[in-house]
């Protein structure tokens, strides 16, 4: 039977379960808001979500060791669905941060145990193809999980439901596979040091993007409210960012091949300096040049983390999966740092601030990236071209089938 066959299954629980991650990203945020919550409140909520994925990141392999991996996606479908509910009946700042850290641990959990279920039943020659049709479906789906907020209305808490029900329903079709459960998750095992001495430009940029991500999933939708987008145009707001960093993937990882990665990195933050810089000007004209700034942001902040693990991969006998799970901890601890200190700068001097706060993070980005190229010459021993894994766990790599 065709690979691709063998895992429709998978790929359609997928599919389902990111509509309902793409919903809940954006949903909670414009919620807070609509329940009179300033900034500095839902950036925190936010980071709450960043701490529990990555926290997933590192627990769950033991979970599903334990329990296996049908029992382990249930649990982890079950908990999101609950969290989700109870954010929409408890209306609280510190059972939010509760509620938000359950989400974000049971979604690294269902994102861990598909991919490496997808990567155990992969031949290894077909592994690139599984790896496109399964990003192609995350990125699509996280799209689609925007459309439902054209259909609410600020306080309405019917979207809660719809995303829950969208967990839930991602349990149907796993609970129904026969495909065989795979082998253990692999476990993050790199150290911060370690990561530190194969590459500081891929960590700090690692870090920085996290930043940028994480802020636009957290104060994105605030800063758009604040603008003047209405809710369904702040979920097409969201939509577009997430085409933004689609449609640049590729042909980033193209350019890649054939330069310097830290040069490619250091260029491509200073054109998202200087976009987001533009865009405090710009954005409060029209709900367009809103949506184009953003698709420029993440357009260039979403690539990076690929970049990263591909600039680490060049000096480094570490395996792929070792990268993957330290680079993920680096843009996942920038992800949890980024809305704590853009929500208190957007609430003290307002929407614009946004951009501001994404300026200054590519900036950074851009004087390191650019002063190591500077400083340090080491041979490189350039890695082909890969296909680009999206920023979810470190059992994705694997799908590369190109471990060291």
Not at 83 to 100: P, T
Not at 103 to 123: F, H, K, N, Q, R
Not at 349 to 371: D, H
Request: hydrophobic content about 55%; some cysteine; aromatic content about 8%.
């Amino acid at each position: 039977m065709d690979t691709l066959g063998r895992v429709t299954t998978l790929l359609f629980a997928v599919a389902i379960l990111l509509v309902g991650h793409g919903l809940q990203l954006t949903l909670l945020p414009v919620h807070a808001l609509s329940l009179g919550w300033p900034s500095t409140l839902i950036g925190l909520t936010g980071s709450a979500y960043f701490v529990g994925f990555v926290t997933g990141c590192l627990v769950v392999p033991g979970v599903v060791s334990r329990v296996g991996h049908i029992r382990s996606f249930m649990v982890m479908a079950a908990g999101g669905t609950i969290a989700l509910l109870a954010a929409a009946l408890f209306v609280d700042f510190w059972a939010w941060l509760v509620f938000r850290f359950v989400t974000g641990l049971a979604l690294s959990g269902l994102y861990m145990i598909v991919e490496s279920w997808l990567t155990d039943v992969s031949p290894k020659n077909q592994r690139g193809s599984v790896l496109s049709v399964y990003l192609a479906i995350s990125l699509i789906g996280m799209a689609v999980g925007q459309l439902p907020m054209l259909l609410g209305v600020p306080g309405d808490t019917r979207l809660f439901m719809v995303a829950a029900m969208a967990f839930s329903l991602a349990i149907i079709p796993v609970g129904l596979t026969r495909i065989a459960s795979p082998k253990p998750i692999p476990v993050v095992s790199v150290t911060p040091r370690t990561l530190l001495s194969v590459s500081r430009v891929a960590v700090v940029s690692a870090f920085m993007a996290g930043m940028v991500t994480g802020a636009f999933w957290t104060i994105g939708p605030v800063a758009g409210s604040s603008l003047g987008l209405e809710q369904g145009q702040i979920g097409l707001m969201m939509s577009v960012g997430v085409l933004g960093g689609a449609a640049a993937q590729y042909p980033v990882g193209r350019l890649s091949d054939n330069v310097d990665r830290r040069l490619l990195i250091g260029i491509i933050a200073a054109i998202g300096a200087a976009v987001a810089g533009l865009g405090v000007g710009i954005v409060t004209a029209t709900p367009l040049a809103t949506n184009v700034v953003v698709f420029l942001i993440c357009a260039a902040a979403m690539p990076v983390y690929a970049l990263c693990i591909a600039l680490a991969a060049e000096n480094t006998e570490l395996s792929l999966v070792e990268l993957t799970g330290g680079m993920l901890l680096a843009h996942g601890t920038g992800s949890i740092v980024g809305p704590i200190l853009g929500a208190p700068l957007m609430t003290l001097i307002g929407p614009s601030m946004f951009f501001v706060f994404c300026s200054a993070c590519f900036a950074v980005t851009a004087i390191w990236a650019f002063y190591r190229l500077l400083v340090v010459e080491r041979p490189v021993a350039h890695q082909p071209h890969r296909p680009m894994l999206p920023k979810t766990t470190q059992a994705v790599a694997v799908l590369l089938g190109t471990e060291k």
